[in-house]
Nanobody, 129 residues
Framework: QVHLVESGGGSVQSGGSLRLACAAS????????MGWFRQAPEAPGKERER??????????TYADSVKARFTISQDSATNTMYLQMDNLKPEDTAMYYC????????????????????WGQGTQVTVSA
């Protein structure tokens, strides 16, 4: 059973930094796909925004809005994913969720990820001007 637990959220002023962590159990991050999503308070009915994704512990993508400010990483030894957030802006204020995707893997073709079906409980990030 996949279990994801986020930590590290909080309140900072604009320009500050925070580091989020996602401890995963029951999931092989080296073969699967994991990522960070967020949902702003003024958009409760909208789809969660993809922030940063890491596939098979090596392919990384970022939303344009966070490029050069956020860094996603993964510690295979502890099965923990991180999101280092620097130069935070008020528009980064949101609930941040860690997620993992269903995947299949073979030694010949590697990993193929599907829907993000596993979610953490979320951690709040608030950035004041």
């Amino acid at each position: 059973q996949v279990h994801l637990v986020e930590s590290g959220g909080g309140s900072v002023q604009s320009g500050g930094s925070l580091r989020l962590a996602c401890a995963a159990s029951g999931y092989n991050g080296n073969r699967g796909c994991m990522g960070w999503f967020r949902q702003a308070p003024e958009a409760p009915g909208k789809e969660r925004e993809r922030v940063a994704m890491i596939e098979s512990a090596k392919t990384i993508t970022y939303a344009d809005s966070v490029k050069a400010r956020f860094t996603i990483s993964q510690d295979s030894a502890t099965n923990t994913m991180y999101l280092q957030m620097d130069n935070l802006k008020p528009e980064d204020t949101a609930m941040y969720y860690c997620a993992a995707a269903d995947y299949s893997w073979s030694s010949t073709r590697g990993s193929r990820c599907r829907d993000y079906n596993y979610w953490g409980q979320g951690t709040q990030v608030t950035v004041s001007a």
